[in-house]
Structure formats: structure tokens, C-alpha cells
């Protein structure tokens, strides 16, 4: 009988051991999962996935520092495509004028006499294109930390005239 009641309890303590281990070891491994499941997301692009905090837990730091991380990068991935379609937009802008001027000196339709007037705005707009173009060389080289530095850049080489500086104040 008391060998008997011993392997039982060693038994029944050795099932509780292993299922405590397996219960606290889902709850270690299931934050690392999460995180590892958000960083696949991210490197195909989706920077809307934020992980639960758990709080008290080990991982806590590690998820909130991911999910200020992933705020950061959303931020910044809606700040690229606005400027790059304000760039499309200030570039285009530009191109289209010369070209119609181009085009309509060329065709005719403005005559001779007044062509000088329209290459001084054709001169205008190439200007404005290589203040364009300069700045976004210089804006490739600052970091993202400086994005005030780039939103005074982007006001001042477009005149406070194109969407470009403009879009990032609104």
C-alpha cells in the first residue's frame, strides 16, 4: 500500500510538473511567436500589425519598443508615398508646361515675335526642375531623424509654391 500511494503521488506530481511546464512554456513562447509572426509581416510590407503588451510579462519592453518601432515605420512609409507623389506632381507640372510651349512654338501657333517671352518661362520652369532635382538629392542624404530639416528644404527649393513643401505642414 505505501509503495503504492508513493508512485501514485510521484505519478500525479510528475503529470502537474510536466503540465505546469507545458502551460508556462506557451505563455513564454507565445510572445516570441507574435513577434516573429509581425516581423514576417513586415518585411512584406505590412506595417500595421501591432503586438498585445502583456503586462508583468519578461517580453513586455521587447513588445512595446516593437510596437513604438512599428508606428515609427508606418509613419514614415505614409510620409514617403505622399512625397513621392507630390514629386510626380511638381515634376510634372513643369515637364507639361515646356512641352506645350515647346510644341506650340514649334507648330506654329506661337508666333515668332513672342517666343522670346515664352523661353523665358520655358527657362523659369527648367529652373524650377533643377531646384526640384536638388532637393531631392539633398533629401536622400538626411536622415530620418531630421525630418524638420526636410520639411524647411522641401518649402524653401519649390518657393512655397509647389505641393511638395506644402504637404508636409498640413
Not at 49 to 77: K, S
Request: hydrophobic fraction near 40%; charged fraction near 25%; aromatic fraction near 8%.
Amino acid at each position: 500500500g505505501l509503495l503504492k500511494s508513493f508512485l501514485v503521488a510521484g505519478g500525479l506530481t510528475v503529470i502537474m510538473v510536466l503540465l505546469s511546464f507545458h502551460v508556462m512554456s506557451r505563455e513564454l513562447v507565445r510572445p516570441m511567436k507574435l513577434l516573429s509572426e509581425a516581423a514576417e509581416g513586415f518585411a512584406k510590407g505590412d506595417f500595421s500589425r501591432r503586438l498585445p503588451e502583456i503586462e508583468g510579462g519578461e517580453m513586455t519592453p521587447l513588445l512595446r519598443a516593437f510596437n513604438e518601432m512599428a508606428q515609427h515605420v508606418e509613419e514614415n512609409e505614409k510620409l514617403r508615398q505622399s512625397f513621392v507623389s507630390n514629386v510626380s506632381h511638381d515634376l510634372r507640372t513643369p515637364l507639361t508646361t515646356i512641352s506645350g510651349f515647346i510644341q506650340n512654338m514649334e507648330s506654329g501657333a506661337i508666333p515668332v515675335e513672342r517666343q522670346r517671352y515664352y523661353f523665358r518661362i520655358i527657362l523659369e520652369e527648367v529652373s524650377r526642375l533643377s531646384r526640384l532635382v536638388q532637393t531631392l538629392l539633398e533629401t536622400s542624404r538626411l536622415t530620418a531623424g531630421e525630418s524638420e530639416d526636410l520639411l524647411l528644404l522641401a518649402e524653401t527649393q519649390t518657393g512655397g509654391r509647389g505641393r511638395l513643401g506644402r504637404s508636409f505642414y498640413s
